[in-house]
């Protein structure tokens, strides 16, 4: 393999997002008929990796060399003229038009559209990959397996020569799996250079003959797939430095707060755990994993299947996130700010208030006396630096500020129980430790949190337990005594495919 | 408290002292071009007293609006509204009190019509253009089912709409009773958006739909609610609208006037698809309009120009607005202090 040319050469790229280097000096070669996995954990730098290579972001250094060329950013057109397509988690097909006519979009066949030459493509395609898939059926009615299987066709269409599949086999069923195994391999012997990200060691060990290790946007190691083992990757991908502070918490752990029976809805199932009055309980897993999921069904905003959620000991019947809040005290602030968790548009008041305007109102009237009160209660106890709670709109706050009025907002309802879905993501580093004590204060008044969270320090630094998610179920639980990164990705990359 | 600055004040109330540029230079123009004030106060209150029925089709159209919807169907709603209520006043016009059956089932019709809008959105959730493109040809269709043929018109109707929309106030010129209704129900539109529970509902539904659906609201009851609460307003409008021409109505009465008021919420700065503004924009922009319309037909423009202008000032206004969001985005992206003096050199 030493001989071989490099069909793609990344050579020290770096690339800087406000306040975060998401990759230094990354230098990877992929070779022509191999395939090549790239592995990380949550934020390691992998997308950012891929999209470098795409030319969806352009590197702030380093050097890509694709066919004997060397540039230092791609662009999209660029990368497609070498070859190079990538198959996201999220399809990029065209879900009205057919199977052939996805492969074959942005080809010039003849002056007018021409059917039945698209038809014959797409069943060559189809046939070589010995699949069988009708190429009129249109998309929306294929499964997510064969469209898939259209996504790669439409790439091998275009002569592709370098394919990245990021997470491929997330919504695939076992069978599908195989059939996409069977695909790359046979991609590989054509003389594919084959990207594979995936967060199923399993699936690693079991199709690539190489991998790469980032963390923390840092390169770390290549391997030969057959000469490495399970715990030897994992001890790469964590081995993180842990350099975060957190700040000291004197809180009680009492009685069970909220507990879990067999919760199942949303595409996650048989969900169990308990947590406790006074405790930080960090809930982690790889993103894609139900955390989210499971916490909007405890939060009444998705449907349960089937199961239970007992709130200080008695069964709670929660319907929507009306009875989740004003009946059982439990509060969530959700992991997409912007788009679930304010109104952007709005004052920080009118946000913070927002949940309890029934307890503020008065015949339909908001009382704007009790709305300044509890906004300044809030904004004061937040700390949310603005000029002025009345007039600023939370669209001009930092992240981290508005992170705060979503916090407050949450809080105004009085819970007891909060759910913090990815408390930290993209604010600031002083803003954190704001949110670490935030989260403390409320632990040693007795409340119950609960902390979703991808980032490991994090997790490690501020949970009292730790309930780890593997596909769509529980993997496992860790008490303190136990916490080790090792132990927690192992768990959480125990692969398994939906049903 | 942050010091509000001039520009702030000025970006609110462009919209007036685009109204009062307008007002003048027609005044300007009447002078040289026809020999007579604009300024005058018969002219100033005729004016006032013929658009009070849009703005007060406006307050629906502006909850509608700030809720993140829009609606098509207004039109032939209120033509609907317009019909049955001249055929359930029949004959009994000299009646009493039957008037108040007229008026109410006039306003029930256009709340239950409104609201079926809103349930058919609430239901479905797609894009209320579409509910409402279909919903405004049956309305269309079962007023002329209803009247028995297009082009109807009723006249002497009961002398109660004459007296609720279009009596002189004798001591303030051409200022009719209509307009009196118009202040009542902008004062109630504006009170329930800015101080009841229900009204920072109607933002936060245009707002961010997600983010309510979170808090435990209903968004498809909000949903319907809000239509619900404009078809209300539509109702009244007509009523005032009846009034105002004298106690007659013809099955055109009310088609093709939702675009104008919409045109004149949008002007005004009413986000269509939510996001912001008051009943009192919707007020200017709709009172910015019917000055350029009636002072160019005061003026003897073509008819035709008319609407090339409205049409001009419209986009122009639309222009502005993108503008400025796109300024005030780009603002938001900027980092404040200097380069390190490292990049400086290099």
Request: aromatic share 8%; proline share 2%.
């Amino acid at each position: 393999m030493t001989e071989k040319v490099p069909a793609l050469s990344l050579k020290g790229i770096r690339k800087v997002f406000p306040g975060v280097v998401a990759l230094d000096n990354v230098s990877i070669d992929f070779y022509p008929g191999e395939v090549h996995a790239l592995i990380g954990e949550n934020g390691a730098g992998k997308s950012t990796f891929i999209k470098a290579i795409t030319g969806a972001h352009a590197p702030d250094g380093g050097t890509i060399t694709v066919d004997g060329e060397t540039y230092t950013a791609m662009t999209p057109a660029l990368s497609r003229q070498h070859g190079i397509e990538c198959i996201y988690q999220e399809f990029n097909l065209i879900d009205v038009l057919s199977a052939a006519e996805n492969i074959c979009y942005g080809e010039k066949l003849g002056r007018f559209v021409n059917q039945r030459k698209m038809n014959e493509i797409a069943k060559k395609i189809f046939d070589d990959f010995g699949v069988d898939i009708n190429p009129s059926t249109l998309v929306r009615d294929l499964t997510p397996g064969h469209m898939q299987i259209v996504e790669i066709a439409k790439a091998v269409s275009k002569n592709c020569k370098i394919l990245i599949l990021d997470e491929p086999t997330a919504p695939l069923s076992v069978a599908e799996v195989e059939i996409l195994f069977k695909i790359v391999n046979q991609l590989r012997d054509k003389g594919v250079a084959i990207i594979f990200i995936s967060h199923r060691l399993d699936e690693v060990f079991e199709l690539t003959d190489r991998v790469s290790i980032l963390r923390d946007g840092v390169y770390i190691t290549t391997l030969m797939t057959k000469e490495t083992n399970r715990a030897e990757l994992i001890k790469y991908m964590v081995g993180r430095e842990m350099t975060a502070t957190f700040p000291p918490r004197n809180a009680q752990i009492g009685d069970v707060a909220l507990e879990l029976k067999y919760l199942t809805g949303n595409k996650v199932k048989n969900i169990s755990f308990k947590a406790h009055h006074g405790e930080v309980l960090g809930v982690s897993g790889l993103v894609g994993a139900g955390r989210t999921e499971i916490m909007k069904v405890v939060f009444g905003a998705e449907k349960k299947q089937w199961g239970e959620v007992y709130v200080n000991g008695k069964k709670a019947d929660i319907h929507s996130p009306k009875d989740a809040m004003h009946k059982y005290g439990i509060c969530l602030i959700p992991e997409d700010r912007k788009r679930e968790g304010c109104f952007l548009m709005e004052t920080i008041s009118w946000n913070i208030v927002y949940n309890v305007l029934g307890k503020i109102s008065h015949a339909g009237f908001v009382n704007k006396k009790k709305e300044r009160e509890i906004a300044e209660f809030y904004g004061k106890a937040m700390r949310i630096k603005a000029p002025n709670l009345d007039k600023t709109k939370v669209m001009t706050l930092s992240g981290g500020n508005q992170q705060k009025v979503v916090v407050g907002k949450a809080l105004a309802t009085q819970s007891d129980i909060i759910i913090f879905d990815e408390p930290t993501r993209g604010i600031d580093v002083g803003a954190k430790y704001e949110i670490y004590e935030l989260m403390n204060q409320m632990a040693e008044e007795g409340k119950c949190v609960i902390m979703v969270t991808s980032d490991m320090e994090e997790l490690l630094g501020m949970s009292d337990r730790i309930v780890v998610f593997g596909e769509r179920c529980l993997a496992g639980e860790l008490t303190k005594d136990q916490f080790s990164q090792e132990t927690i990705l192992d768990m959480a990359s125990t692969g398994g495919a939906t049903e | 408290m942050q010091k509000k600055k001039f520009k702030d004040y000025l970006r609110e109330y462009m919209m007036v002292l685009v109204l009062i540029l307008v007002l003048i230079i027609f005044e300007i123009l009447g002078q040289t071009m026809v020999g007579r004030n604009f300024f005058d106060i018969s002219n100033l209150t005729t004016l006032i007293s013929q658009k009070a029925y849009l703005v007060i089709v406006g307050v629906g159209i502006t909850f509608i609006m700030l809720g993140g919807a829009m609606d098509l169907s207004t039109g032939y709603l209120l033509s609907t509204v317009g019909m049955v209520m001249a055929l359930v006043d029949g004959n009994k016009s000299g009646d009493g009190t039957f008037f108040l059956l007229t008026f109410l089932v006039g306003i029930a019709l256009a709340v239950v019509l409104s609201g079926f809008n809103g349930v058919m959105y609430s239901w479905l959730a797609v894009f209320p253009f579409i509910i409402t493109l279909a919903t405004q040809y049956i309305f269309q269709g079962a007023t002329y089912l209803l009247t028995g043929g297009q082009n109807k018109t009723f006249s002497k109707l009961n002398p109660a709409f004459k007296g609720l929309g279009g009596t002189p106030i004798s001591f303030l010129g051409n200022l009719k009773t209509g307009v009196i209704v118009m202040v009542i129900m902008v004062i109630i539109g504006s009170i329930i958006l800015n101080k009841t529970h229900f009204g920072r509902n109607v933002y936060a539904l245009g707002s961010n739909p997600d983010a309510v659906a979170l808090s435990g609201v209903s968004v498809a009851k909000m949903r319907i609610a809000v239509f619900a609460l404009a078809g209300l307003f539509f109702g009244i409008a007509q009523i005032i609208n009846i009034g105002n021409k004298g106690g007659s109505v013809q099955q055109s009465f009310g088609v093709g006037d939702e675009f104008t008021v919409m045109a004149g919420a949008m002007l005004g700065g009413v986000k269509m698809g939510g996001g912001g503004g008051k009943i009192s924009n919707m007020v200017v922009g709709v009172y910015l309009i019917g000055v350029l319309d009636y002072g160019m037909k005061y003026l003897n423009f073509n008819q035709y120009w008319i609407y090339v202008v409205l049409g001009i000032v419209l986009l122009a206004a639309i222009v502005l607005d993108t503008l400025q969001t796109r300024a005030a985005i780009n603002a938001a992206k900027k980092v404040s202090g200097k380069p390190p003096k490292e990049a400086q050199a290099a």
